[in-house]
T-cell receptor, first 114, second 111 residues
Framework: KAGVTQTPRYLIKTRGQQVTLSCSPI?????VSWYQQTPGQGLQFLFE???????NKGNFPGRFSGRQFSNSRSEMNVSTLELGDSALYLC?????????????FGPGTRLTVT | KQEVTQIPAALSVPEGENLVLNCSFT??????LQWFRQDPGKGLTSLLL?????REQTSGRLNASLDKSSGRSTLYIAASQPGDSATYLC??????????FGTGTSLTVIP
């Protein structure tokens, strides 16, 4: 099976712009979670989507949003970019369906905001 | 809110040594605990998953244990190799299906 893929891998944006990141989960996985990783804060949970519905949400401002399509692919959008949004954005997919499940991570998208 | 702590933050050992990485969490109501490794600038690679009802899991030179009552997990790496150099992260899945990560232990294995 192909692993989790994320596009693009690298992105440079200017403060105030918006950006959309994409994640394709492992075939058959229905849950997609997004994380932000920075040197200072470590890995922080953004949100999780399951069957096109947001099931969990972390403590991030409304500028961060996401969605999931019927084929389980997910997109994450950040509007009005700030310098502090520079980070590695990781998505993880899981088969889910039960309460306990394993997460499989993609390679990440490195976002730099200038 | 669940808090996950990893000690030490960094570790340097000579090749061939056995070593233990520690992970502690504040809320014992978890579904599972997962250990990952992360190479610089890369995504996370899953190493071991321990369900809440299990005490340990083994894969090759790796052994992970879980003590839910004390809120602790350890990752034991036997006969370390330079290729084991990476950052090791633990994550707990709490009730509510949220995952909480530790800040990681940066391991360097010196040839």
């Amino acid at each position: 099976k192909a692993g989790v893929t994320q596009t693009p891998r690298y992105l440079i944006k200017t403060r105030g712009q918006q950006v959309t990141l994409s994640c394709s989960p492992i075939s058959g996985h229905r849950s997609v979670s997004w994380y932000q990783q920075t040197p200072g804060q470590g890995l922080q949970f953004l949100f999780e989507y399951f069957s096109e519905t947001q099931r969990n949400k972390g403590n991030f401002p409304g500028r961060f949003s996401g969605r999931q399509f019927s084929n389980s692919r997910s997109e994450m959008n950040v509007s009005t970019l700030e310098l502090g949004d520079s980070a590695l954005y990781l998505c993880a997919s899981s088969p889910a369906g039960t309460n306990a499940y394993e997460q499989y991570f993609g390679p990440g998208t490195r976002l730099t905001v200038t | 809110k669940q808090e996950v702590t990893q000690i030490p933050a960094a570790l340097s050992v000579p090749e061939g040594e056995n070593l233990v990485l520690n992970c502690s969490f504040t809320d014992s109501a978890i579904y599972n605990l997962q250990w990952f490794r992360q190479d610089p600038g890369k995504g996370l690679t899953s190493l071991l998953l321990i369900q809440s009802s299990q005490r340990e899991q083994t894969s090759g030179r790796l052994n992970a244990s879980l003590d839910k009552s004390s809120g602790r997990s350890t990752l034991y790496i036997a006969a370390s190799q330079p290729g084991d150099s990476a950052t090791y992260l633990c994550a707990v899945q709490s009730t509510g299906n949220q995952f909480y990560f530790g800040t990681g232990t940066s391991l360097t294995v010196i040839p």
